[in-house]
């Protein structure tokens, strides 16, 4: 389980296919820290370490994690939101986020505003997905909050620390975000539906 608060960046080094996966070489100073088979979220989605080499690690992403995900996007000089799972003693800074990708949205504008940003996203709506006027979101691994909800968008704002510290400083309109919804609502909106 992770928090949505981004701990590091990480800079993608290397890409290999291997049939329909793709291993991801990163570069990150939390590398010494990492562990073989540990759990990762990367831009929000859960990937396991498979092999450390000083500042370097490799994770693999299998085809329903690339088709499901942005990471497909990824290439060398990327840069990847990182954070390791939240330990059973560790603080709820963000939200409950499980590093499940539900779908892909698109950034449809940015805006700076008197030095913060607004960000507006927009998603279809029909996978089942909402946002909630001063809900969670957690976008490309960052917990946020949503306003301007609406049933195929939504706006979140960003503050110069988190805007300097993550890749949103490289988001641009037309960029496809990863978008985990929050896990309350999924659960709701399952119970109000039926099975």
């Known amino acids: 389980m992770f928090t949505g608060i981004i701990e590091n960046l990480a800079t993608v080094v290397g890409r290999t296919a291997e049939g329909t996966n793709i ?5 990150s100073s939390l590398a010494p820290e990492l562990k073989v088979d ?3 979220s990367h831009n929000g989605v859960c ?4 092999a450390i ?6 994770v693999t992403a299998v085809d329903e994690t690339l088709q499901k ?4 996007q990824l290439q060398t000089g ?7 799972c939240m330990p059973a003693s560790g603080r709820f800074d963000g939200h409950i986020v499980q590093g499940h990708v539900d779908q892909v949205g ?3 504008q940015v805006q700076e505003v008197d030095g913060s940003w607004l960000y507006d996203f927009s998603y279809d709506s029909s996978l089942g997905n909402i946002t909630v006027e001063k809900g969670s979101i957690c976008i490309n691994g960052v917990s946020l909050t949503v306003f301007n909800s609406q049933p195929d968008a939504f706006r979140v704002a960003i ?11 490289q988001l641009r309109a037309g960029d496809r975000v990863n978008l985990e919804f929050d896990i309350l609502g999924k659960y709701i909106q399952r119970i109000l539906k039926g099975y």
Not at 23 to 27: A, E, G, I
């Open 53 to 58: 080499e000083g500042d370097t690690y490799t």
């Open 38 to 40: 540990q759990s990762v």
């Open 159 to 169: 503050i110069p620390y988190t805007h300097e510290h993550t890749n949103f400083h």
């Open 47 to 50: 990937l396991t370490v498979t």
């Open 23 to 27: 291993t991801f070489t990163l570069r």
């Open 69 to 72: 995900t942005n990471l497909g």
């Open 106 to 108: 698109t950034c449809s």
């Open 78 to 84: 990327s840069l990847v939101n990182l954070e390791r």
